[in-house]
């Protein structure tokens, strides 16, 4: 009994030892390591002056929430009421007016608002209506890229003049060669001659290829030549620009028709149809884009200018209203101020805390 405990004494002893011994060899390596570090390099000047003769393209790609500001601010007093359970009169009030401010339309407020009456806000009011809106969002919105074997994907753009389809389709087309697809743009806007310039600057800046006529072409021969040669060339991808207007009695959205049956006649295929509205015009953008999609069948919206607006909710009318998913959303004037809509980071960028 002794002498086990004393075999047991000493094995502890022992293992105290190698303990003690390794922490010491670890010490010393440490500062054998330190040792070989190289001295301190020399002192950094205190002015550093580096000259740029050309500032570098900065390749900036911004965040909903980071352009929300001025829609998010229409939420604040929403954000405010902290309440949880049952909610007052005043305090649906204050709902309703924010919702309305915020252009979500008449119909989603009324939901929301009845939502609330019934069921209160047991994780919050803030949180309750964030759920709400979402709930009002579509939750498929896939963009289709590619066409059947031997024909070429196009994507159409179609929208009233100046809500921004042609800065749309240079945004896109950066985003697509970015992704490794060869582009072929077509200047279908023929309306004027700056529109098929402004077309050919967004060509060189993302390396796209851009087909052309002259002012008052037939828009169907320009996307007719731009199919021959993004098929000659083995492209993946046509992105054709439309008018938004006509001189005279011809029927916009007539021509809008012709120029779809030229798009998706082979070598073409129309996989999307993107009416392209502007979110500054409010409810207006919602008459627009009735009258459009009697004519084109639109397959997403693309919701521009919403840096530029407080009126973000248009978003939910939108899609509550039209049930066709917005798709990629505009919020800037440069080449990477798209981005593809994503209805959770859109709701907690209004709502969220
Ligand atoms: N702030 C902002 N301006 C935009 C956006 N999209 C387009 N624009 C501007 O809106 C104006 C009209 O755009 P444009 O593409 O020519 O419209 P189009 O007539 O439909 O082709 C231009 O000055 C664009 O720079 C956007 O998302 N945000
Ligand atoms: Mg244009």
Redesign the pocket.
């Known amino acids: 009994m002794i002498g086990s405990v004393m075999v047991l004494a000493s094995v502890v002893v022992l293992v105290a030892i190698v303990v003690v011994l390794a922490a010491i060899a670890l010490a010393v390596a440490r500062r054998g390591r330190r040792a070989l570090a190289p001295p301190n390099a020399a002192p950094l000047p205190d002015v550093l002056v580096t000259e740029i003769a050309q500032r570098p393209e900065l390749d900036e790609e911004p965040t909903l929430g980071s352009r929300l500001g001025a829609s998010r601010g229409v939420f604040d007093r929403v954000r405010s009421l902290t309440t949880t359970g049952a909610i007052s009169d005043e305090q649906l009030d204050i709902v309703e007016e924010v919702l309305l401010r915020s252009d979500v339309g008449v119909a989603t407020t009324g939901a929301v608002l009845e939502a609330l009456r019934r069921d209160g806000a047991p994780e919050g009011v803030a949180t309750a209506v964030r759920r709400l809106l979402r709930e009002s969002l579509v939750d498929q919105r896939h963009v289709t890229t590619t066409a059947e074997p031997g024909r070429v994907a196009v994507w159409l753009f179609v929208?009233?003049?100046?809500?921004?389809?042609?800065?749309?389709i240079g945004k896109l087309a950066h985003r697509e060669v970015t992704a490794g697809r060869q582009v072929v743009l077509a200047a279908g806007?023929t309306f004027r001659a700056a529109?098929a310039e402004?077309l050919a600057t967004w060509g060189e800046r993302t390396g796209a290829d851009v087909v052309r006529a002259g002012e008052g072409a037939d828009p169907g021969s320009v996307i007719h030549d731009a199919l021959g040669r993004a098929s000659a060339r083995g492209a993946d991808l046509v992105l054709a620009?439309t008018a938004?207007r006509r001189a005279n009695s011809t029927n916009l959205l007539d021509e809008l028709a012709k120029v779809r049956r030229v798009a998706d006649r082979a070598p073409g295929q129309v996989v999307e149809t993107f009416m392209?509205l502007d979110a500054t015009t409010g409810q207006n953008a919602l008459t627009q884009a009735r009258e459009f999609l009697a004519a084109a069948s639109v397959t997403g919206i693309v919701l521009?200018?919403?840096?530029?607006t407080a009126r973000g909710g248009i978003v939910v009318a939108i899609e509550r209203e039209l049930a066709i998913p917005v798709k990629f959303?505009?919020?800037?004037?440069g080449v990477n101020?798209?981005i593809p809509f994503d209805p959770d980071e859109f709701v907690d960028s209004l709502v969220r805390a």
Do not use: F, I, P, S
Not at 159 to 167: D, H, S
Not at 304 to 308: A, N, P, R, S
């Open positions: 929208g009233v003049n100046g809500v921004g389809k042609t800065t749309t806007d529109a402004q620009d938004g392209v521009t200018k919403l840096d530029g959303v505009g919020v800037g004037e101020d798209l």
